[in-house]
């Protein structure tokens, strides 16, 4: 979802890559969000993806994630509505529509009722919130999930609105000890904790540092300071709890 898609669907036509050698993710919005109503949560939200494949201007997403749980949590109520919503997007996969479903903002409370429904397809993969100041392990999410084969993708990997994960006096410390930066030291700490970091630059520079994070390692003593750090704090889901 979001404004980029007719963007993308221009991009990939004048690329003249094939379609297959691009990864392309879409999502839609949770039951009672963005047009995809609460008791018409399971038709709204396949109607809501034919409209992105339309947009993207493709046969088929390789990954399609709900963007949200709905605003309350998984109550026995909203979890009814998720499993129906769940259930209507798996199908998605058997018509080869999209090659697999996932989940961003999920709780541990919401991937347990998804697990409920009936045939359910595992989630590829739960996005969240997770950087350092959080703890390792933010409301259990990141060990529910390696648990239960779902693969955890951290965004915000440097907080909002802060320096502190980028200049702040602790991965500068811990990033002087490796000649790296402290955004290579916040993203390698969620690397070494199995979750995925995800990041956004238009700077190369920026990109290269980005991908510089897998020939070295942060040692045993340096990633119990990161898991103690308390600042900048988050929560993994700011629409859903454990």
């Known amino acids: 979802g979001g404004s980029n898609q007719a963007g993308i669907a221009k991009a990939l036509a004048a690329s003249g890559l094939a379609r297959e050698s691009v990864f392309v993710t879409?999502?839609?919005?949770?039951?009672?969000?963005?047009?995809?109503?609460?008791?018409?949560?399971?038709?709204?939200?396949?109607?809501?993806?034919?409209?992105?494949?339309?947009?993207?201007?493709?046969?088929?997403?390789?990954?399609?994630?709900?963007?949200?749980?709905?605003?309350?949590?998984?109550?026995?109520?909203?979890?009814?509505?998720?499993?129906?919503?769940?259930?209507?997007?798996?199908?998605?996969?058997?018509?080869?529509?999209?090659?697999a479903l996932g989940v961003s903002n999920f709780c541990v409370s919401c991937l347990e009722c998804l697990s409920q429904t009936a045939g359910a397809i595992v989630p590829a993969v739960n996005q969240?919130?997770?950087?350092i100041g959080m703890s390792a392990d933010p409301e259990g999410l990141v060990s529910y999930c390696k648990a239960h084969g779902i693969a955890a993708q951290a965004y915000s990997p440097l907080g909002d609105n802060t320096t502190e994960l980028i200049t702040g006096p602790l991965v500068t410390a811990l990033g002087a000890a490796h000649n790296k930066s402290g955004v290579q030291?916040?993203?390698?700490?969620?690397?070494?904790?199995?979750?995925?970091?995800?990041?956004?630059?238009?700077?190369?520079?920026?990109?290269?540092?980005?991908?510089?994070?897998?020939?070295?390692?942060?040692?045993?003593?340096?990633?119990?300071?990161?898991?103690?750090?308390?600042?900048?704090?988050?929560?993994?889901?700011?629409?859903?709890?454990?």
């Open 128 to 131: 969240f919130k997770f950087h």
């Open 185 to 242: 030291v916040a993203l390698r700490w969620i690397w070494q904790h199995g979750v995925a970091p995800t990041t956004k630059s238009g700077n190369p520079v920026h990109l290269a540092q980005d991908l510089d994070l897998f020939d070295w390692q942060l040692t045993s003593d340096e990633m119990a300071r990161a898991d103690a750090a308390t600042d900048p704090a988050g929560t993994p889901s700011f629409m859903c709890t454990a």
């Open 26 to 99: 879409t999502k839609v919005p949770g039951c009672g969000r963005q047009g995809v109503s609460f008791d018409n949560c399971a038709a709204d939200s396949v109607k809501a993806a034919q409209g992105n494949l339309d947009e993207l201007e493709t046969d088929y997403v390789d990954l399609l994630l709900v963007h949200f749980p709905p605003e309350g949590g998984c109550g026995p109520k909203n979890c009814a509505a998720i499993k129906q919503q769940w259930a209507a997007l798996s199908a998605l996969v058997a018509q080869n529509k999209t090659r």
